[in-house]
C-alpha cells in the first residue's frame, strides 16, 4: 500500500511537470507568433487612390538645378536719333566792306612820265595818300579798305562813286584803252584801285601793306572803267 501512494504521487509529479513545460513552450511560440505579426500590422501602408501620386514639396534651401538663370534688366528709354549738326551760320559781309586782298604784292616804282610832283586831278590825289593805312571797310584818310581809298580819291576831285568795288564798276563805263585815274578791277571786282599809266595802279591793299603802288597784273586783272 505504501508502494502504491508513492508511485501515484511520483506519477503526479511528472504530469504536472510536463504540464507546467507546455505551457511554456506554447506561450513562448504564441508571442513570437504575436512579435512577427505585429511589427507587419504596425508599418502596413494606407491605402491610396490609383491614379494618384504624391510627392513632398522640396525644401527651401534646395537646388535649383535644370533652370535657366535669369537676370532682370530695366528697360533703356529710347534716346532721339541723333541730329546732324548744323553748318555754322556765317552772316554776310555788309554791303558797305569788301574783301581784303589775302596775297600780297610787289610794290612798284612810281618814275614815270605820267606822274610828276606838281601832278593834280585823280591821280594826283591818289598819289598824295601813298603809305597811308588801311583798315577793312574804313572809309576815311588812312583807314579806309580799297573802294574807300577810289571812293575818297574821286570825292576830292568832286565825282561821287558808289561805296562797294562792284556797285563802282556797274556805275562806271568798260573801256579797253586805260587812262590814269581810270578804275582797274582785279580779283572778280573783289579789289579796285586807280590807273597811274604804265602799267601800274596804286590801291590800298592790307593792313600790312597799306596804300602802295603795285602792277595790274599783281593779282587777276579784270578790267578798266571809266567815269
Known amino acids: 500500500m505504501s508502494l502504491f501512494k508513492q508511485n501515484t504521487a511520483r506519477h503526479r509529479a511528472e504530469s504536472t511537470s510536463r504540464a507546467v513545460r507546455n505551457t ?5 511560440a504564441g508571442a513570437a507568433m504575436i512579435g512577427s505579426i505585429a511589427p507587419a500590422q504596425a508599418y502596413a501602408q494606407a491605402p491610396v ?22 537676370t532682370y ?5 529710347a534716346q532721339p536719333a541723333a541730329q546732324p549738326a548744323a553748318p555754322a551760320y556765317e552772316a554776310p559781309a555788309p554791303a558797305a ?11 612798284q616804282s612810281t618814275a614815270i612820265t605820267e606822274i610828276s610832283p606838281a601832278a593834280g586831278g585823280i591821280v594826283g590825289t591818289a598819289m598824295s595818300a601813298q603809305g597811308a593805312g ?24 568832286g565825282i561821287d562813286l558808289p561805296r562797294t568795288s562792284f556797285q563802282q ?14 578804275l582797274v578791277s582785279q580779283n572778280g571786282g573783289n579789289h579796285i584801285g586807280i590807273y597811274i599809266g604804265g602799267g601800274k595802279m596804286i590801291s590800298a591793299l592790307n593792313p600790312t601793306q597799306g596804300t602802295f603802288v603795285h602792277s595790274v597784273n599783281a593779282m587777276q586783272l579784270d578790267g578798266y572803267y571809266t567815269f
Open 24 to 28: 511554456t513552450i506554447a506561450a513562448a
Open 134 to 157: 588801311y583798315v577793312y571797310g574804313g572809309t576815311s584818310y588812312g583807314a579806309w579798305d580799297c573802294s574807300g581809298f577810289t571812293g575818297w580819291v574821286y570825292a576830292q576831285n
Open 73 to 77: 534688366q530695366a528697360p533703356v528709354a
Open 169 to 182: 564798276i556797274a556805275a562806271a563805263t568798260p573801256t579797253t584803252n586805260p587812262q590814269p585815274g581810270d
Open 97 to 107: 566792306q569788301q574783301t581784303a586782298a589775302t596775297s600780297s604784292v610787289t610794290p
Open 49 to 70: 487612390e490609383s491614379g494618384a501620386a504624391y510627392s513632398a514639396p522640396a525644401p527651401a534651401s534646395a537646388s535649383l538645378a535644370g533652370y535657366t538663370s535669369y
